[in-house]
């Protein structure tokens, strides 16, 4: 049997074909193709039409391998959706969770439902742009005319298939989802103007959703394929891949988020996790994953596309080696490094505005983002152990960060915990993991997880001594200063 992921970013895309031969999970690239939202009228979205076709594209490949049949399974970034009207058709473009209409919905709401009522319902983290303040911020004729709210990977698998599902580890980053009840919460739902029944129902990941409607696309030639419902959120499914062992380790899925966490059986709701905004996400075989959304790849993103030298990632990474780190400290998570006009610029104010050496060539700016990155690890893994009680032993990278050595490095040297690199394509693997599950090819996570470490390099970087205590205080010092500036 051959397994095809669609793995989809927020800035690019990639599909994937994996079999199981003699335990090992080899993989290969079939198609990669790039996203990201686009700027019109004030707002950001997502051209999920060219989505939709880039899939297609890729399924015509793996079918001119000769893969006459697959099974296929979709996973994207979290928190976004599409609304459709009784007939199926979008009633507007698929906004992106990068648009600035929600910066201020966090305090609106609370005059209705105070964040620790939300938080107790949820478990889910405070952020700007989760599902439950976009549709705050929706038109509410326009929500009375929706029949279907559909997250993102679920609608692709839809347009595939003609079924709808919410699948439950998406659903629960929306911030509607109740985590005690595992359903939608009625007064979160009334709160932003929608029902139950607009959403389709809820199903766990590994679930069949239906065949591939070969005759809506005439114009490909594609494959007998058997879409299977996957962990849908990419998160979700990079962590079914990551090879930690036993419970004393935690994961960075690094991709153009952060999200640093470990691996529960029951979520944590107390005033520590509220107060330090950690969330309880669904994972995949009833898990939680209770971690916390830092931002990520993003930062250096955007100041690679802004430099006026093409530098790859990895030459940018060369160069913040040949500079010295923690020459300053910033607070990447502040949401004014969210969607900035310019990303070079919004650091160097910040810089200017604490009185910090302003980093002005590609070298300066890629340490100071490494630096300040491997900085906020190292406090997220020191709150993890606090909140939790647990030792963390170790810290396994996985997703395209896991390539930067450099950043790595920092991040062994700040935490003091041992870092593991690797796999690069966790989410994809993730995926591919989770269709040999449902098709029982693979017992359960823990053979899964025992099959990435027996199939994929994993890099390992050991601490070094460093004053870490002192860097950590100086960064906490410059935070604080920046926001009474602010």
Known sequence: MIYTAIDIGASSGRVMVGELKEGKLEVQEIHRFA???IQRDGHCFWDIDHLLKQILQGLQKVKALGYERCTVGIDTWAVDYVLLDDKGNRLQEVMSYRDKRTEHTIDKLEHTLSKDTIYQKTGIQFQPFNTIYQLYEEDRELLKTTDKIIMVPDYLGYCL????VTEITNASTTQLLNVSTGKLDPELLEAVSVQEHQFAPLTEPGCELGMLRNDWFPDYDLPACKVITVATHDTASAVIAAPGVNDSWAYISSGTWSLIGVENKTPILTDLALKNNYTNERGA????????NIIGM?????????LQADYSFQQLAEEARKTKPFLQFINLNDERFLNPDSMIEEIQHYCRETRQKIPRTAGELACCIYSNLAIIYAIAIKELETITGNSIQQLHIIGGGARNDFLNQLTADMSGKAVYAGPIEATAIGNILMQMIAAKEVKDIKEARQAVRNSFPIKVFTPKDIDRSTIIQSFRQTVLKALSKG
């Open 35 to 37: 996203n990201g939202f």
């Open 161 to 164: 298939t003609g079924k709808a």
């Open 285 to 292: 075989n009833n898990t939680i994953r209770f971690l916390k």
């Open 298 to 306: 993003w930062v250096i993103q955007e100041v690679r596309q802004q």
